[in-house]
């Protein structure tokens, strides 16, 4: 019998008898980056604006559908708060847990509005509300564990679950039951590996909303089935985009789930301030809060203290109310608008969303009548898997009829094939989106272009 190599362990010496092991080399590694980076996924609205700007240096009008930006200023009592605090010398190092005047307003709103307790030892402050999408998921993740979220969904959910070695596991949202869920929908997903659940509502990218017996169905169904270190990840960032008299509800308002949610919110969508940077997570715990403050010492130190300020005005100054009340009018009057004007067109079929500021066509009848799907079919392997049939209209009206809008596979690529969806930002000007209805209508139409744009074979995702 052949006698295998043992390693000693260090300042250990070999066994009598034990064949001493050959030094062996590294391999050496010839990628620049490491396998894990390229695990990573990005938002696709952000990775469009190259394009957008190729054809703007053209001198074309590019009607941007993409981003889920409020085309609104940031209101002035807001602005002047954060420049009075400018003045009065407010700009260097702060607590990297939150100021605590900004977290003491945030654990008064929180508790008002969904009818809990909240201390401000709970709050934990972040550069907007997308960091701790990541952070939670390396703070309670092992690789292995598991993550649910919903598909279509906010990108980074199914991105940063696969970068830090989580299983992903999409929650399939039907346009059928108007992009919402109930605990029958979540149960076959939980199991002994499951540590985060995420919900998001109202939600990007279909605007879907649900009501509070949805909420107490879910809930009755984690209370039951998940494990007691599960956490609830509930994405609240457009609590306050609604229509037609809905109202936001927080699963942390039930019986039994405000010690298992992770609250998350800031001031980008609902105060028109996408640059403040400014968003907040409360924990269930000071213990988890004070986790989560080590990440942001780690990875940013602090927040700006005078965005900060800022963002405590925007909380409880009188006048923001107001102010979301006229964007929300806006937005349900281009909401209005471009259903319409989407089932107008043949091949479309959009439903009417309860919130956020998106539309979420369903364009497989436009797929089939331009060819997009039979052109996909017949691209190579190596490219099919780039891409997709609405990856093809979306690219189709961006470059041919200067339509910026987003494909289904933004928002989830794990059980997405088959499903031909867009997704149109409404927070731009009611002009623009009149004259991108109008250019979809005609790119519509245009199935002669749109396959000598699939013939150039350029810009196909």
Same mark, same amino acid.
């Given at each position: 019998?052949?006698?295998?190599?043992?390693?000693?362990?260090?300042?250990?010496?070999?066994?009598?008898?034990?064949?001493?092991?050959?030094?062996?080399?590294?391999?050496?590694?010839?990628?620049?980056?490491?396998?894990?980076?390229?695990?990573?996924?990005?938002?696709?609205?952000?990775?469009?604006?190259?394009?957008?700007?190729?054809?703007?240096?053209?001198?074309?009008?590019?009607?941007?559908?993409?981003?889920?930006?409020?085309?609104?200023?940031?209101?002035?009592?807001?602005?002047?708060?954060?420049?009075?605090?400018?003045?009065?010398?407010?700009?260097?190092?702060?607590?990297?847990?939150?100021?605590?005047?900004?977290?003491?307003?945030? $654990?008064?709103?929180?508790?008002?509005?969904?009818?809990?307790?909240?201390?401000?030892?709970?709050?934990?402050?972040?550069?907007?509300?997308?960091?701790?999408?990541?952070?939670?998921?390396?703070?309670?993740?092992?690789?292995?564990?598991?993550?649910?979220?919903? =598909?279509?969904?906010?990108?980074?959910?199914?991105?940063?679950?696969?970068?830090?070695? %989580?299983?992903?596991?999409?929650?399939?949202?039907?346009?059928?039951?108007?992009? =919402?869920?109930?605990?029958?929908?979540?149960?076959?997903?939980?199991?002994?590996?499951?540590?985060?659940?995420?919900?998001?509502?109202?939600?990007?990218?279909?605007?879907?909303?649900?009501?509070?017996? @949805?909420?107490?169905?879910?809930?009755?169904?984690?209370?039951?089935?998940?494990? $007691?270190?599960?956490?609830?990840?509930?994405?609240?960032?457009?609590?306050?985009?609604?229509?037609?008299?809905?109202?936001?509800?927080?699963?942390?308002?039930?019986?039994?789930?405000?010690?298992?949610?992770?609250?998350?919110?800031?001031?980008?969508?609902?105060?028109?301030?996408?640059?403040?940077?400014?968003?907040?997570?409360?924990?269930?715990?000071?213990?988890?809060? $004070?986790?989560?403050?080590?990440?942001?010492?780690?990875?940013?130190?602090?927040?700006?203290?005078?965005?900060?300020?800022?963002?405590?005005?925007?909380?409880?100054? /009188?006048?923001?109310?107001?102010?979301?009340?006229?964007?929300?009018?806006?937005?349900?009057?281009?909401?209005?608008?471009?259903?319409?004007?989407?089932?107008?067109?043949?091949?479309?079929?959009?439903?009417?969303?309860?919130?956020?500021?998106?539309?979420?066509?369903?364009?497989?009848?436009?797929?089939?009548?331009?060819?997009?799907?039979?052109?996909?079919?017949?691209? /190579?392997?190596?490219?099919?898997?780039?891409?997709?049939?609405?990856?093809?209209?979306?690219?189709?009206?961006?470059?041919?009829? @200067?339509?910026?809008?987003?494909?289904?596979?933004?928002?989830?690529?794990?059980?997405?094939?088959?499903?031909?969806?867009?997704?149109?930002?409404?927070?731009?000007?009611?002009?623009?989106?009149?004259?991108?209805? @109008?250019?979809?209508?005609? %790119? $519509?139409?245009?199935?002669?272009?749109?396959?000598?744009?699939?013939?150039?074979?350029?810009?196909?995702?």
């Amino acid at each position: 019998m052949t006698a295998h190599p043992i390693v000693p362990r260090p300042g250990r010496a070999l066994r009598k008898g034990a064949v001493p092991a050959r030094t062996i080399k590294p391999k050496a590694r010839t990628s620049l980056y490491s396998a894990q980076i390229g695990l990573l996924g990005s938002e696709n609205a952000f990775r469009i604006g190259p394009q957008i700007k190729v054809l703007e240096d053209r001198g074309l009008k590019v009607i941007k559908c993409n981003l889920g930006e409020p085309d609104f200023p940031l209101a002035a009592h807001i602005a002047e708060e954060v420049k009075s605090q400018i003045d009065l010398g407010l700009t260097h190092y702060c607590d990297p847990q939150g100021i605590l005047p900004l977290r003491e307003a945030i $654990a008064r709103t929180v508790a008002q509005r969904r009818g809990i307790e909240v201390t401000p030892e709970r709050v934990v402050v972040f550069p907007g509300a997308k960091p701790p999408i990541g952070l939670a998921m390396q703070a309670y993740c092992d690789p292995g564990d598991e993550v649910i979220y919903p =598909s279509p969904g906010f990108p980074i959910y199914e991105s940063f679950a696969t970068y830090v070695g %989580a299983r992903p596991r999409p929650l399939h949202l039907r346009e059928e039951t108007d992009f =919402s869920f109930g605990g029958r929908d979540l149960a076959p997903l939980i199991n002994p590996r499951t540590r985060i659940i995420i919900l998001n509502f109202p939600s990007n990218p279909t605007g879907g909303v649900v009501t509070r017996e @949805q909420l107490g169905d879910i809930a009755d169904v984690i209370k039951r089935k998940a494990p $007691a270190q599960v956490r609830v990840y509930s994405d609240e960032i457009y609590e306050d985009i609604l229509f037609d008299g809905n109202r936001h509800h927080s699963i942390a308002s039930l019986p039994g789930m405000d010690e298992r949610t992770i609250i998350v919110s800031g001031v980008s969508k609902s105060y028109a301030w996408t640059g403040g940077r400014v968003g907040w997570a409360v924990f269930p715990t000071a213990d988890e809060a $004070a986790v989560f403050k080590n990440l942001n010492i780690n990875y940013f130190s602090c927040v700006p203290a005078y965005n900060q300020m800022g963002a405590r005005t925007a909380l409880e100054s /009188p006048l923001s109310q107001a102010s979301i009340a006229r964007m929300c009018e806006a937005f349900a009057e281009r909401r209005d608008l471009m259903v319409a004007g989407l089932n107008a067109i043949p091949g479309i079929r959009c439903r009417n969303p309860g919130g956020a500021f998106y539309l979420f066509p369903n364009i497989a009848g436009l797929c089939e009548h331009l060819g997009a799907i039979g052109a996909h079919r017949k691209l /190579p392997i190596k490219d099919r898997g780039r891409t997709s049939p609405s990856t093809l209209v979306q690219m189709f009206l961006l470059w041919q009829y @200067q339509v910026a809008t987003m494909d289904r596979r933004s928002f989830g690529r794990i059980g997405s094939d088959g499903l031909h969806y867009l997704r149109l930002s409404i927070a731009t000007g009611l002009e623009d989106l009149k004259t991108g209805l @109008q250019r979809m209508r005609a %790119a $519509a139409a245009d199935r002669d272009g749109f396959q000598s744009f699939i013939r150039e074979g350029k810009h196909l995702w």
